[in-house]
């Protein structure tokens, strides 16, 4: 089974902190993303990689950057957190290719003071 | 852009009732259809995937359809039982695109 691990299952950080939220995939998955939920809004996708050291921008890159420095692993980063990134984080990976099933992680719920 | 629509937000049934979410896209350029099940604050598990290609997808009581061509897709549960209760997602993934794009989901309640 694939399985897709997040840091941290819940998190409470302060205004301005650097925060770095990791998702690791044992699956050897080349395409890695992070989305966020919110209720109304549903999914969106922040960032995307499709192999080590790329990214692509997703739907709001805003105030977010990310690193995959390895296959596995796939950082999001909040350079300074702010009220309005309190939201849950999920993890996502699938497959090289378009039709593949992305496999998700358990989502990392941060609160942001 | 993309949009999925998910009607209705929230339903309720009776134990052992048949049922059907509905999932709608605007685009019809796309790859594939996933259907996914959210538990309150957890993750999302993949239920069932249809190729564009395909017209459904079935595994055990869920059966999937896709119709592409008016951007629609149902999910039926046959049989529901309380431990179906969970928030059903669709998500679309767009020709020429890596990500999905996601309806906001039909909370479902089964009662005992």
């Known amino acids: 089974d694939v399985k897709v691990t997040q840091s941290s299952r819940y998190l409470v950080k302060r205004t301005g902190e650097k925060v770095f939220l990791e998702c690791v995939q044992d699956?050897?998955?080349?395409?890695m993303f992070w989305y966020r939920q919110d209720p109304g809004l549903g999914l969106r996708l922040i960032y995307f990689?499709?192999?080590?050291?790329?990214?692509e921008k997703g739907d709001i890159p805003e105030g977010y950057s990310v690193s995959r420095e390895k296959k596995e692993r796939f950082s999001l980063i909040l350079e300074s957190a702010s009220t309005n990134q309190t939201s849950m984080y999920l993890c996502a990976s699938s497959p090289g290719g378009s039709l593949y099933e992305q496999y998700f992680g358990p989502g990392t719920r941060l609160t942001v003071t | 852009k993309q949009e999925v629509t998910q009607i209705p937000a929230a339903l309720s049934v009776p134990e052992g009732e048949n049922l059907v979410l509905n999932c709608s896209f605007t685009d019809s350029a796309i790859y594939n259809l996933q259907w996914f099940r959210q538990d309150p604050g957890k993750g999302l598990t993949s239920l069932l995937l249809i190729q564009s290609s395909q017209r459904e997808q079935t595994s055990g009581r869920l059966n999937a359809s896709l119709d592409k061509s008016s951007g629609r897709s149902t999910l039926y549960i046959a049989a529901s039982q309380p431990g179906d209760s969970a928030t059903y997602l669709c998500?679309?993934?767009?020709?020429?695109?890596?990500?999905?794009?996601f309806g906001t989901g039909t909370r479902l309640t089964v009662i005992p």
């Open positions: 699956m050897d998955h080349e395409n």
């Open positions: 998500a679309v993934l767009q020709t020429g695109a890596n990500n999905l794009f």
């Open positions: 990689s499709y192999d080590v050291k790329m990214k």
